[in-house]
């Protein structure tokens, strides 16, 4: 009776191995600091598809951080800063 469970247990070990993929998600960081204040941080993580490679999920990051500080340099006023850092995780 073992002998015939184990083959199966095998082929279903290893179909589960072999369909499981990394759920990536992109970890992004935005730091406002004006002097006077203490700094500002807000973090955000957001799922990538499960179909993305960790290659370009790591673009996809790279571009998340681009976006990032084009969208907040219409809202900076003179000696504010914006450091934003984004991974893939």
């Known amino acids: 009776m073992s002998k015939k469970i184990l083959p199966v247990f ?8 072999v369909s ?9 960081s935005s730091t406002y600091e ?3 204040y203490y700094p500002f941080t807000v973090s955000s993580v957001e ?4 179909k993305t490679t ?3 999920a790591g673009e996809i990051c ?14 900076k ?4 800063t914006l450091t934003v850092s984004c991974a893939a995780k």
Not at 10 to 17: Q, V
Not at 47 to 50: Q, T
Not at 62 to 75: F, G
Not at 77 to 80: I, K, N, S, T
Request: proline share 2%; glycine share 6%.
């Open 34 to 36: 004006k002097p006077g």
């Open 62 to 75: 790279a571009h998340s951080e681009k976006q990032i500080l084009k969208n907040n340099t219409d809202y």
């Open 77 to 80: 006023a003179g000696d504010e």
């Open 20 to 28: 499981c993929k990394k759920q990536y998600s992109c970890q992004c």
């Open 10 to 17: 095998g082929i279903f070990m290893l179909i589960l191995s």
């Open 54 to 56: 960790k290659k370009r």
């Open 47 to 50: 799922a990538i598809n499960k």
